[in-house]
């Protein structure tokens, strides 16, 4: 069990003791411009906390809304906002004034901190507080750069309890509608001392790399928290593509990599034009991995892939494995730390083979904002995360689908996840996302929506071909009677397929 003093500052446990044990010339954060020691980072995490304090006045429990790519102040301005005891409220890059506002009103935000480059938006957000402040905006005399060069270092962390609320965390809103979810400094240090200690085995001398943002907690996690509390440098790079990733890898011989899914995809056909040796422990989250997926990062690399599920209600990934205990197929086992089982519709344990609802419990859970559904996410002390799984007789745990999400049709269940896997094996099929959509005759008819590879012509003959592929090599019941082309499939900037959107298309 996870034990930290009652009184605690994640970002100075996180900061000044890896200062203070001697990390202090190490690299910390790398960017595009430039690469920061931790005792850099600590200078300048320690006068952004003098402007939030001093210059514009806030005070202990006070929110903070960020908004900004992966970049070294970004992570800078966030570590701050922690040091000084206030809350922070990290946006992802492509919201828009109108979910801004939600935001803003919704978090109670004092304060803006914003990259100079997603200015325009926030701008346009109705009811800003008081303070608005640029970063990265060299020209702007009132930019935070300008403010922190008046201030002095040291700045003494806030002698925060270790059940203080540090950070409001949105749901990347898969259905449309972001919830807050709070998390206490405790949870902070609680996720690094999980995940990355024992699954990922996380090490000074690891270089971090992806894609997530850092105001998804998986990006925050995985890019920032994780490497800092091994001493470790985080890459912050903005606007990757499976190309740039690829070369950035390369470029900084990356060790450790987090992105989703789709874009293992992506880079597994181009991994052999770089030299990606470098990575010892690739970690694939945010939505299900199909089993072609794993295998062609595999065929591309060598490296087998770490599949874990996190949620931003618990702050980051709590069922994964890795190395040898690796079971093509299942996610993994709880992370230690934390517990799983599966329940049935009654709330009732149910045993291996049983597809059920996924209930987990460990040092993080869900607390959302006021009045946002507490009671649909945690029961008896599990919180319930909206996935249908199964669990094998030794323990390992296999995605279905998420519960909402599984499609009835003509009196069976079928989990969209399962036909997907089948097509993604089809030489045709770049990208695809099935789902139930609402029929008289059957309930629900499985409907596919297919991206195709460079060279393949959409059309009744070769949708044919894909129904027919699939009909071979699962229950005929599951094919998709429909099959749609498309270019693009609607995902979040997190990367996950929005059903939603492929119901009503
Ligand atoms: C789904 C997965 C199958 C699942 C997240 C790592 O994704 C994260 O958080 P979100 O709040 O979404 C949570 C939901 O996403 N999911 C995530 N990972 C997997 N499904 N296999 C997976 N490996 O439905 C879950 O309930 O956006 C992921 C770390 C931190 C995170 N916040």
Known sequence: ?????????????????????????????????????????????????????????????????????????????????????????????????????????????????????????????????????????????????????????????????????????????????????????????????????????????????????????????????????????????????????????????????????????QMAPLAAGYDVSSLTRTVSAGEALPLATREAWQAATGLRMIDGIGATELLHIFISAAGDAIRPGATGKPVPGYQACILDANGQQVGPGVIGRLAVKGPTGCRYLADERQKDYVCDGWNLTGDAYEMDADGYFYYRSRTDDMIISAGYNIAGAEVEEVLLRHEAVAECGVVGRPCEERGQVVEAHVVLRAGFEPGEALAIQLQDFVKLQIAPYKYPRSLRFTDKLPRTETGKLQRFKLRSA
């Not at 500052?9 to 003791?17: P, V």
């Not at 929110?63 to 206030?86: D, E, H, I, Q, T």
């Not at 060069?149 to 700045?155: C, E, N, S, Y």
Request: charged share 20%.
């Open 1 to 265: 069990e996870l034990r930290y003093p009652a009184q605690l500052n994640c970002a100075a446990e996180l900061l000044d003791a890896a200062v203070e044990g001697g990390a202090g010339e190490r690299i910390a954060i790398v960017g595009e411009h430039e690469s920061w020691t931790y005792s850099e980072l600590q200078r300048r995490v320690d006068r952004i906390a003098y402007v939030l304090r001093a210059d514009l006045g806030l005070v202990t429990g006070n929110r903070v809304l960020l908004r900004g790519a992966n970049n070294p102040m970004m992570a800078a301005c966030l570590l701050a906002v922690l040091k000084a005891g206030l809350i922070a409220v990290p946006t992802m890059p492509l919201l828009r004034a109108r979910e801004l506002t939600a935001i803003v009103d919704k978090a109670n935000v004092d304060a803006v901190l914003c990259a100079a480059s997603l200015r325009g938006e926030i701008d346009a957000v109705s009811a800003l507080p008081r303070h608005v402040v640029m970063f990265n905006d060299p020209d702007n005399p009132a930019s935070l750069e300008a403010l922190m060069a008046r201030h002095p270092v040291p700045f003494a962390a806030h002698a925060s309890a270790a059940d203080d609320v540090c950070l409001i965390s949105f749901t990347s809103g898969t259905t449309g509608i972001p919830k807050g979810t709070m998390h206490f400094h405790r949870d902070v240090l609680a996720i690094c001392d999980c995940f990355p200690r024992h699954t990922l085995q996380a090490r000074a001398d690891d270089i971090f790399i992806g894609t997530p943002p850092l105001a998804f907690t998986f990006g925050l996690g995985g890019l920032l928290l994780f490497p800092m509390r091994v001493g470790a440098a985080g890459v912050l790079l903005e606007k990757l593509t499976p190309d740039t990733l690829l070369a950035a890898i390369e470029k900084y011989r990356a060790t450790v990599c987090f992105t989703a899914p789709t874009f293992y995809r």
